[in-house]
């Protein structure tokens, strides 16, 4: 099967319900993302005004199949977009925590010796910490969150993705941002 | 499914979010119901919420993408081999490059590490370290090192001298270069290729990306050798805009960076060294146009110009280069490689050729420094301003024209010793003293248009005429005609050849290329040198005089004058300097005495052009002495004595507009008679009498904050400017347009700062506060102190000094 069907028809399956889907879907964005990060990187795309979306929207049109895809997809899609740059920025701040800590220094993996700086790190340790919690409480702002600070989506962006209205997402997320900083302080 | 506590606290927040601040303590207490674990959730949640900060603002996206472009299955640790990595510096389409230190040596070094891609095939590992052998033993100051080229594991990596600096990439988006530092980097990155193709190694991709420049100035080309390592692993990649690079490495594969890629290259043939002295002119092409020759949006496109177009001709800023510049660009973009310049042995020496020939015409050209009062009615400006206590100094800048002016000098000086640098006929005799006569009063549209009259003669004793000319083109706004001049130049070089310049001669014109390029104190000490070897030489003592004006040594100046008074009473302009000194010396018996002296005998001579100046000149110091209606006078009579010239006749109407700025009605007539009168005349020397007088007039406006009739002016002048191309003319507006958003209290249009301060001082970029530290001094103190300062705060950083400090 093509790349973009497959794709599509794991997105509707995971959207229809069935977990096992996800599973073989990361993977397959995981490695679009990054050869469009790598692309971006070198066309110094990535700079601060970066238009974010624009990066995962690409992947997302290479991957899927417009003709056959629904808006759920594209939410979804977003969704494990936002999912795959957290857990890989997770990684690299434990990484650089276990080199601030002496332990397995010389393992450590090269690009994160730039790409997350040591107070980010313990920053984003302690921030996916209080959002495993939120989510326990609140699964929709965890969500947002995710969304936002990880995929980089705007406000009406992640009203978009989860077809809810944005003035409802912009409560939401204010709400979350509050407690998250209560939790970090 | 959320806690209830949870549940109230988030509705509790919202409703609070909507009470008015000092109402809501008391709206919780009761919301709350009494529950206080509720209450202070709700609390700290709005404590948290008001809390001023950024948390959360910027998505961290763009690092996640960072660490995933970072992140390879089997990335090296945080060392490799004896090498300890500091920082990655960069990614490309050939790997990552680290910043690592290399303990054994003690010394940093730039650390390429090949990908897996490439280091899967042993072929091309092969071909690669073949290569990038031969480079490492090129040793050239100009060339980027390589010291080593290893394996650690499975990891292939290069380390190689790390250069601190800025690309030239980075260097050309900030704007084209000049012409002197395009040559000298050019020049340099030739070097480079020389000594390489001497040891057989061919770069195959020179772009500005692998063009480093120091803060030194030093100029290394990076990745000799590396070339070979690229290939293309996606089709999709020709229709995408990105110049990854890409190289030759199999027949009939294209690669490398579209816009610099010889034709040969882009064929997919074989290349040698002449492809790299392609891709050089390309690079220089760039760097003077600010545009490769061949831009296209697309891979695809950028291929198909290159086979098929000619390069867009040189455009607009290269119309004045040097002849031999564009033979060379012709000859390195020559896209049959046979046509080509065949060595960079033989381009560097074209490069040395051409920045030896055009060294005089670098010099920089202050936009302050200069004829203190060339332009039209500047001075009554100048006058009003003094009167009101406060200077500002309007800029009198001639640059461009200067520099062009400098190449036409240059070259005559260079390859001609004529038997008399001066004409040599009586009636361009005559000519050339009535031009020399204008230039003392400043007049040079007379003056060029008495030197344009014999500088048709294409006899040797036109050298002075020629030089004069140059000196007077660089006064006005005029770069095409000096180009012109400097056509004529080349032409009567050759029949020059045969004489032998006199050695006062040779003083004189070596004398005037100083000042045209802007060395007043070497003119001066010429003018010196020419005035003790013949004391009685009434006018080298006027141009010892105005070299002493330029730099402001107005007693000296004023010195000189009487001297050449002295040494020929009939010299209208003498006494007309002397004036005009005393005048700024606001010593007004000793002014007064000498313009009525110089009015004498300019109407003896019947030399209207004198008259009229002389009348503007008196005009403005009455101004400034306070007597309007003296001041009028003056102006009128003027008026009244030049109305069949409407050159004068223009400049004292804006003068008239000025001096009743304050009665509309009046200023207005004035100034639409000047308008009229410019309209009359030939267009562009019109448009530049225009440009003047409405910068002037806004010049007013701006010192009374009457801003929205000094933004008209402006504008107004602005788009004449820019219309008729003129560089001078453009930097005056510029400039009162930026003084006129600081009055408004608006961000100075920084790009529009930054090309003028670009003509100013060339070769850096100007952070803000250097732009305001720049408009602050120079508003309140003179020129000199003002150019200090800026270049002071420069060299420390920027550093913001009050004026008066």
């Given at each position: 099967?093509?790349?973009?069907?497959?794709?599509?028809?794991?997105?509707?399956?995971?959207?229809?319900?069935?977990?096992?889907?996800?599973?073989?879907?990361?993977?397959?964005?995981?490695?679009?993302?990054?050869?469009?990060?790598?692309?971006?990187?070198?066309?110094?795309?990535?700079?601060?005004?970066?238009?974010?979306?624009?990066?995962?929207?690409?992947?997302?049109?290479?991957?899927?199949?417009?003709?056959?895809?629904?808006?759920?997809?594209?939410?979804?899609?977003?969704?494990?977009?936002?999912?795959?740059?957290?857990?890989?920025?997770?990684?690299?701040?434990?990484?650089?925590?276990?080199?601030?800590?002496?332990?397995?220094?010389?393992?450590?993996?090269?690009?994160?010796?730039?790409?997350?700086?040591?107070?980010?790190?313990?920053?984003?340790?302690?921030?996916?910490?209080?959002?495993?919690?939120?989510?326990?409480?609140?699964?929709?702002?965890?969500?947002?969150?995710?969304?936002?600070?990880?995929?980089?989506?705007?406000?009406?962006?992640?009203?978009?993705?989860?077809?809810?209205?944005?003035?409802?997402?912009?409560?939401?997320?204010?709400?979350?941002?509050?407690?998250?900083?209560?939790?970090?302080? | 499914?959320?806690?209830?506590?949870?549940?109230?606290?988030?509705?509790?927040?919202?409703?609070?979010?909507?009470?008015?601040?000092?109402?809501?303590?008391?709206?919780?207490?009761?919301?709350?119901?009494?529950?206080?674990?509720?209450?202070?959730?709700?609390?700290?949640?709005?404590?948290?919420?008001?809390?001023?900060?950024?948390?959360?603002?910027?998505?961290?996206?763009?690092?996640?993408?960072?660490?995933?472009?970072?992140?390879?299955?089997?990335?090296?640790?945080?060392?490799?081999?004896?090498?300890?990595?500091?920082?990655?510096?960069?990614?490309?389409?050939?790997?990552?490059?680290?910043?690592?230190?290399?303990?054994?040596?003690?010394?940093?070094?730039?650390?390429?590490?090949?990908?897996?891609?490439?280091?899967?095939?042993?072929?091309?590992?092969?071909?690669?370290?073949?290569?990038?052998?031969?480079?490492?033993?090129?040793?050239?100051?100009?060339?980027?090192?390589?010291?080593?080229?290893?394996?650690?594991?499975?990891?292939h990596f290069t380390s190689m001298e790390y250069v601190e600096g800025r690309t030239l990439r980075e260097l050309l988006n900030q704007g084209p270069l000049t012409v002197h530092e395009s040559l000298k980097i050019a020049l340099e990155v030739g070097r480079?290729?020389?000594?390489?193709?001497?040891?057989?190694?061919?770069?195959?991709?020179?772009?500005?990306?692998?063009?480093?420049?120091?803060?030194?100035?030093?100029?290394?080309?990076?990745?000799?050798?590396?070339?070979?390592?690229?290939?293309?692993?996606?089709?999709?990649?020709?229709?995408?805009?990105?110049?990854?690079?890409?190289?030759?490495?199999?027949?009939?594969?294209?690669?490398?960076?579209?816009?610099?890629?010889?034709?040969?290259?882009?064929?997919?043939?074989?290349?040698?060294?002449?492809?790299?002295?392609?891709?050089?002119?390309?690079?220089?092409?760039?760097?003077?146009?600010?545009?490769?020759?061949?831009?296209?949006?697309?891979?695809?496109?950028?291929?198909?110009?290159?086979?098929?177009?000619?390069?867009?001709?040189?455009?607009?800023?290269?119309?004045?280069?040097?002849?031999?510049?564009?033979?060379?660009?012709?000859?390195?973009?020559?896209?049959?490689?046979?046509?080509?310049?065949?060595?960079?042995?033989?381009?560097?020496?074209?490069?040395?050729?051409?920045?030896?020939?055009?060294?005089?015409?670098?010099?920089?050209?202050?936009?302050?420094?200069?004829?203190?009062?060339?332009?039209?009615?500047?001075?009554?400006?100048?006058?009003?301003?003094?009167?009101?206590?406060?200077?500002?100094?309007?800029?009198?800048?001639?640059?461009?024209?200067?520099?062009?002016?400098?190449?036409?000098?240059?070259?005559?000086?260079?390859?001609?010793?004529?038997?008399?640098?001066?004409?040599?006929?009586?009636?361009?005799?005559?000519?050339?003293?009535?031009?020399?006569?204008?230039?003392?009063?400043?007049?040079?549209?007379?003056?060029?248009?008495?030197?344009?009259?014999?500088?048709?003669?294409?006899?040797?004793?036109?050298?002075?005429?020629?030089?004069?000319?140059?000196?007077?083109?660089?006064?006005?706004?005029?770069?095409?005609?000096?180009?012109?001049?400097?056509?004529?130049?080349?032409?009567?070089?050759?029949?020059?050849?045969?004489?032998?310049?006199?050695?006062?001669?040779?003083?004189?014109?070596?004398?005037?290329?100083?000042?045209?390029?802007?060395?007043?104190?070497?003119?001066?000490?010429?003018?010196?040198?020419?005035?003790?070897?013949?004391?009685?030489?009434?006018?080298?003592?006027?141009?010892?005089?105005?070299?002493?004006?330029?730099?402001?040594?107005?007693?000296?100046?004023?010195?000189?004058?009487?001297?050449?008074?002295?040494?020929?009473?009939?010299?209208?302009?003498?006494?007309?300097?002397?004036?005009?000194?005393?005048?700024?010396?606001?010593?007004?018996?000793?002014?007064?005495?000498?313009?009525?002296?110089?009015?004498?005998?300019?109407?003896?001579?019947?030399?209207?052009?004198?008259?009229?100046?002389?009348?503007?000149?008196?005009?403005?110091?009455?101004?400034?002495?306070?007597?309007?209606?003296?001041?009028?006078?003056?102006?009128?009579?003027?008026?009244?004595?030049?109305?069949?010239?409407?050159?004068?006749?223009?400049?004292?109407?804006?003068?008239?507009?000025?001096?009743?700025?304050?009665?509309?009605?009046?200023?207005?007539?004035?100034?639409?008679?000047?308008?009229?009168?410019?309209?009359?005349?030939?267009?562009?020397?019109?448009?530049?009498?225009?440009?003047?007088?409405?910068?002037?007039?806004?010049?007013?406006?701006?010192?009374?904050?009457?801003?929205?009739?000094?933004?008209?002016?402006?504008?107004?002048?602005?788009?004449?400017?820019?219309?008729?191309?003129?560089?001078?003319?453009?930097?005056?507006?510029?400039?009162?347009?930026?003084?006129?958003?600081?009055?408004?209290?608006?961000?100075?249009?920084?790009?529009?700062?930054?090309?003028?301060?670009?003509?100013?001082?060339?070769?850096?970029?100007?952070?803000?506060?250097?732009?305001?530290?720049?408009?602050?001094?120079?508003?309140?103190?003179?020129?000199?102190?003002?150019?200090?300062?800026?270049?002071?705060?420069?060299?420390?950083?920027?550093?913001?000094?009050?004026?008066?400090?």
């Amino acid at each position: 099967m093509p790349q973009n069907l497959e794709i599509t028809e794991l997105l509707r399956r995971w959207a229809a319900g069935e977990k096992a889907a996800l599973d073989e879907l990361v993977p397959l964005v995981e490695r679009e993302l990054r050869k469009i990060a790598r692309r971006a990187l070198r066309e110094e795309r990535l700079g601060p005004t970066l238009q974010t979306t624009e990066l995962v929207n690409e992947a997302y049109l290479r991957l899927v199949d417009q003709t056959r895809s629904q808006w759920q997809n594209r939410a979804h899609f977003f969704a494990i977009a936002a999912q795959i740059v957290r857990r890989v920025l997770l990684d690299h701040a434990r990484n650089r925590n276990r080199a601030k800590r002496g332990a397995g220094a010389n393992h450590l993996s090269l690009s994160s010796v730039t790409v997350v700086s040591p107070q980010k790190s313990q920053e984003l340790i302690a921030l996916d910490e209080a959002l495993i919690r939120l989510a326990e409480v609140d699964p929709l702002k965890s969500q947002i969150v995710e969304l936002r600070y990880f995929g980089g989506l705007s406000l009406e962006e992640t009203a978009e993705v989860l077809n809810v209205a944005p003035v409802t997402i912009s409560r939401h997320w204010h709400l979350a941002k509050a407690w998250l900083k209560h939790e970090l302080g | 499914m959320k806690s209830e506590l949870w549940q109230r606290a988030e509705t509790l927040f919202h409703q609070a979010l909507e009470t008015n601040d000092d109402e809501r303590e008391a709206w919780l207490q009761i919301a709350s119901q009494g529950d206080s674990e509720l209450l202070r959730e709700v609390e700290v949640l709005l404590r948290s919420y008001r809390a001023p900060d950024s948390f959360m603002e910027e998505s961290v996206f763009s690092e996640g993408l960072q660490a995933l472009a970072a992140d390879d299955a089997d990335a090296p640790s945080g060392k490799l081999g004896r090498y300890e990595i500091i920082k990655r510096i960069g990614i490309g389409g050939m790997g990552e490059v680290f910043l690592a230190h290399d303990p054994e040596l003690n010394r940093q070094v730039a650390l390429k590490l090949l990908p897996a891609l490439v280091t899967d095939d042993p072929q091309r590992v092969r071909r690669f370290r073949q290569e990038a052998h031969a480079a490492s033993t090129i040793s050239h100051p100009n060339v980027a090192h390589i010291y080593e080229i290893g394996v650690e594991g499975n990891q292939h990596f290069t380390s190689m001298e790390y250069v601190e600096g800025r690309t030239l990439r980075e260097l050309l988006n900030q704007g084209p270069l000049t012409v002197h530092e395009s040559l000298k980097i050019a020049l340099e990155v030739g070097r480079a290729l020389e000594s390489a193709h001497a040891s057989g190694v061919i770069h195959r991709d020179i772009k500005p990306e692998n063009i480093m420049i120091r803060p030194d100035g030093y100029v290394k080309v990076l990745d000799f050798g590396l070339a070979k390592l690229h290939r293309m692993d996606d089709t999709d990649d020709l229709h995408s805009t990105q110049t990854t690079t890409l190289v030759l490495t199999e027949p009939g594969l294209i690669m490398g960076s579209p816009s610099y890629m010889s034709p040969e290259q882009a064929r997919g043939f074989d290349v040698d060294a002449r492809a790299d002295i392609w891709s050089l002119g390309v690079v220089l092409y760039e760097m003077l146009c600010g545009v490769t020759p061949f831009p296209a949006s697309t891979r695809i496109d950028a291929i198909a110009a290159l086979l098929r177009d000619e390069p867009t001709p040189i455009s607009v800023p290269l119309r004045h280069a040097h002849p031999s510049l564009r033979k060379l660009l012709k000859r390195m973009l020559a896209k049959d490689k046979d046509q080509r310049s065949r060595t960079s042995a033989e381009v560097v020496a074209d490069l040395q050729n051409l920045i030896r020939d055009m060294q005089v015409s670098i010099k920089r050209k202050s936009l302050f420094h200069g004829p203190r009062l060339a332009f039209l009615n500047h001075s009554v400006l100048e006058a009003y301003r003094s009167s009101e206590g406060t200077i500002i100094r309007t800029p009198l800048p001639f640059f461009i024209a200067t520099i062009i002016a400098g190449i036409a000098l240059t070259w005559a000086v260079k390859s001609f010793p004529p038997h008399s640098a001066l004409p040599s006929h009586p009636e361009s005799e005559q000519q050339y003293r009535r031009g020399v006569e204008a230039i003392f009063r400043d007049d040079f549209y007379s003056a060029a248009h008495h030197f344009n009259a014999v500088s048709g003669d294409l006899h040797a004793g036109s050298v002075m005429t020629h030089a004069r000319l140059a000196e007077v083109w660089a006064e006005l706004d005029y770069s095409d005609q000096a180009n012109y001049e400097l056509l004529t130049l080349t032409n009567i070089v050759p029949l020059a050849k045969s004489f032998n310049l006199p050695e006062v001669d040779a003083l004189y014109v070596d004398a005037v290329k100083a000042t045209v390029s802007g060395d007043y104190r070497d003119a001066m000490t010429l003018y010196r040198n020419i005035v003790q070897k013949d004391v009685t030489n009434a006018v080298a003592w006027m141009d010892l005089g105005r070299s002493y004006e330029r730099l402001r040594w107005w007693d000296y100046a004023a010195d000189s004058y009487r001297q050449a008074c002295a040494k020929d009473p009939s010299l209208a302009s003498a006494f007309f300097r002397l004036g005009v000194v005393e005048a700024a010396r606001k010593n007004e018996p000793e002014a007064n005495t000498a313009f009525e002296r110089a009015f004498q005998l300019y109407r003896v001579a019947n030399d209207e052009e004198g008259a009229l100046e002389l009348l503007n000149r008196r005009s403005v110091f009455a101004y400034q002495l306070g007597r309007k209606d003296e001041a009028h006078r003056f102006e009128e009579e003027a008026v009244r004595l030049g109305h069949f010239n409407a050159y004068q006749s223009v400049k004292h109407n804006f003068a008239l507009a000025a001096i009743f700025h304050k009665e509309v009605q009046v200023a207005k007539g004035f100034e639409s008679e000047a308008r009229k009168l410019a309209a009359s005349i030939s267009l562009r020397g019109a448009d530049q009498l225009l440009v003047n007088g409405l910068v002037e007039i806004a010049w007013l406006y701006i010192r009374e904050n009457d801003l929205i009739n000094a933004q008209q002016y402006v504008l107004e002048a602005l788009h004449i400017a820019q219309r008729s191309g003129l560089r001078i003319g453009r930097a005056k507006a510029l400039y009162a347009r930026a003084q006129l958003y600081l009055h408004k209290g608006l961000p100075v249009a920084d790009d529009e700062f930054k090309e003028m301060l670009r003509i100013e001082f060339p070769d850096r970029v100007f952070p803000k506060q250097v732009i305001a530290l720049w408009l602050t001094t120079i508003i309140d103190v003179d020129y000199e102190t003002a150019i200090n300062r800026f270049r002071e705060a420069r060299t420390n950083g920027i550093v913001i000094v009050s004026p008066d400090n």
